[in-house]
């Protein structure tokens, strides 16, 4: 007879062993991607039908700003179309961009779905806050563009004071699809700029910038947010470029705080295994 070994159980091994990731061929997993990517599209469709219907209803809630700015300014509070499709093309690009909103939550699911067999359980867990900070960081950055970036840009845009002043001959009879490209980029480029904690996140968790990194570099931090808000902020007045630049400077701070316990988890984790030799 064989002698007969006891060992203890590993927790380890047998939280791995009930893990379903990486029991898929190849072609399942190009299957099931096909699959995710289908359902995606079918969500963004169906969005956009829907955003189409609703986008006469947020064009008001778009015009709003400039419609307040011209009326501050004692101009005419409206805005004007120069091409015979331009109405069409206005409702057609707000429902687009609607309809990948409100198709946001099933895309991610369907991303989640196909993520998840692949991930540990305290995997899963990081990547459902990830997605739940990254969605609401987006959305407080259009919030912030909408209701405090943009009327300080409107408001210098519509009445730029002497020295950019054309005259009083001259009246601005502003474009909506032109009004709408603008009011676009400051949203979209604020969201994309609130996601900063997010991109720390990822580079601490790879070990590429740490607290200390952060914090040495904090000047040269400074002088990028300085150039992109030159970038961003179509105005050349320093007030809008300050609006723009605190809160980034306070989620760069955020990003620091984010990176300080990313790093201290990663190192307790690759200390783990050495403490138990």
Do not use: C
């Not at 700015?69 to 004007?80: G, R, S, T, V, Y």
């Not at 259009?142 to 840009?153: E, K, N, Q």
């Not at 604020?190 to 997010?198: Q, S």
């Amino acid at each position: 007879m064989s002698p007969v070994t006891d060992s203890a159980p590993n927790p380890q091994d047998s939280a791995r062993s009930e893990e379903p990731g990486g029991t898929m061929t190849f072609f399942e997993h190009l299957s099931e991607l096909r699959k995710r990517i289908i359902y995606s599209l079918y969500a963004i469709g169906l969005g956009t039908l829907i955003g189409v219907y609703l986008s006469k209803y947020f064009v008001t809630w778009i015009n709003r700003p400039m419609l307040k700015a011209l009326a501050d300014a004692h101009l005419d509070p409206k805005l004007i179309y120069t091409h015979p499709a331009g109405a069409l093309n206005l409702v057609v690009t707000i429902g687009v961009y609607l309809g990948i909103v409100l198709a946001s939550p099933i895309v991610l699911y369907q991303i989640w779905l196909f993520v998840a067999p692949a991930l540990y359980r305290h995997e899963r867990g990081a990547i459902t806050g990830f997605m739940f900070s990254t969605v609401f960081l987006f959305l407080a950055g259009i919030a912030f563009g909408y209701f405090i970036m943009l009327p300080y840009i409107l408001r210098f845009l519509v009445n730029p004071g002497p020295m950019f002043s054309l005259g009083h001959d001259v009246i601005p009879m502003t474009s909506v699809n032109e009004y709408f490209d603008l009011i676009l980029l400051i949203l979209l480029g604020m969201g994309l700029m609130f996601e900063l904690p997010v991109l720390i996140f990822f580079l601490s968790l790879f070990g590429i910038v740490t607290p200390k990194f952060l914090w040495k570099n904090f000047r040269y931090a400074i002088l990028i947010i300085t150039v992109i808000a030159a970038i961003v902020t179509p105005t050349p007045d320093a007030t809008t470029m300050l609006v723009f630049m605190a809160p980034m400077i306070g989620l760069y701070f955020l990003g620091i705080a984010v990176s300080a316990i990313v790093t201290r988890r990663r190192e307790r984790r690759i200390a783990a295994p050495a403490e138990a030799r």
